[in-house]
């Protein structure tokens, strides 16, 4: 689908929610692409993915009514409320930035709140794309990780997954938690009596004073890993392969859109240079027969993750976004809309 079948598609009957929804019509600001389009991965069988923005009406930016977000599921839209998108912006989340980033014949809307947010994109880039892509970046490779382990490996092994899953997850909540170490939440692997199972995880925790709402949340996390292995069960083998394929073009796709931002490069939603590559990815050329992947691939991400920790390292980007201006941004804009 090119960009004049995808206006014409906009224009029909299944996407008059736009026109005549109250909270989208006159007040998107930006409407744009999604998905494969917007990274230029698309081939003929893709889904249409659009994503927008929506300006709040008066009474929702000086009242007490609120807009948070429109979704249709049928048409794979979904159309942020500005309060909303500045928030995501702010921690510069790989879902929402790449909005501001796709290209110019793909904004279908683009009206002049939505340039000046557009024109601006720059104060909402910081150093908190090291872990936010690369957060997303490790989602995805953990996803593939748990179907592999799922496919092809005996469950003493499938366990040693489950628990590096954990151990990566680990970091993340050592920084979000009061403080504990790897010692006093202490992961590891042994045998077991188990029915089904030769060895299991388990755990050894040296805790005091600590509180409990915080460790609530650590266990609930590290409890959704092991939940996420359970609930795969037996693939269909093409679709699942190319889910697997599809994780694994993310996965590189995050690492390189991360570390441009890094670099000072900007937002980059369609990969031009990479798009062979990506499409290669998809298309199964690093998964093998029985369903893993060639050491090739992993060598791939492991250099793709040190280039973008490498980037974050040297980055001329601020630790975090400037918070005065991007709010003087957000008086601008609102100001335009109430004075319309």
Known sequence: MDTKQIKQKLQSKEYDFLRKNKHLGDNIMLLT????HAYG????????????IAIER???????????????????????????????????NPNVIEILGTRDEHLFILSEEGKLLRDNVDLFLSKKALNSFGGYATAQLRRLQNALARDNYPQAEKEQHILNSIMVQMNHLQKHYKEFTNEDINLYIDKTDREGYEKEIFMDI??????LRDFKNIYSEMSNV????????????????????????????????????????????????DREQLLEIRDGKYQKEDGSFYKEFFAMVDCLEK???????NSHLPNKPDFNKIEELVIEI???RLIK
């Open 33 to 36: 692409t999604g998905g494969s």
């Open 41 to 52: 991965t698309n081939v003929a069988t893709s889904d249409l993915d659009i994503r927008g």
């Open 58 to 92: 008066e009474n929702e930016i000086l009242g007490l009514s609120n807009f948070e977000q429109f979704d249709d599921k049928a048409t794979d839209t979904t159309i942020y409320s500005f309060r909303k998108i500045i928030n995501l912006l702010l921690n510069c």
């Open 206 to 211: 040296r805790l005091n004073h600590y509180p």
């Open 226 to 273: 092991v939940k996420d292995y359970g609930k795969l069960n037996h693939r269909n083998k093409k679709k699942s392969d190319e889910g697997l394929n599809k994780h694994a073009m993310h996965l590189v796709r995050l690492l390189l859109m991360g570390t441009e931002i890094l670099e000072g490069k900007g937002i980059n939603t369609y990969r031009k240079k």
């Open 307 to 313: 280039k973008l920790k490498y980037a974050a390292d």
């Open 334 to 336: 609102n100001k335009n």
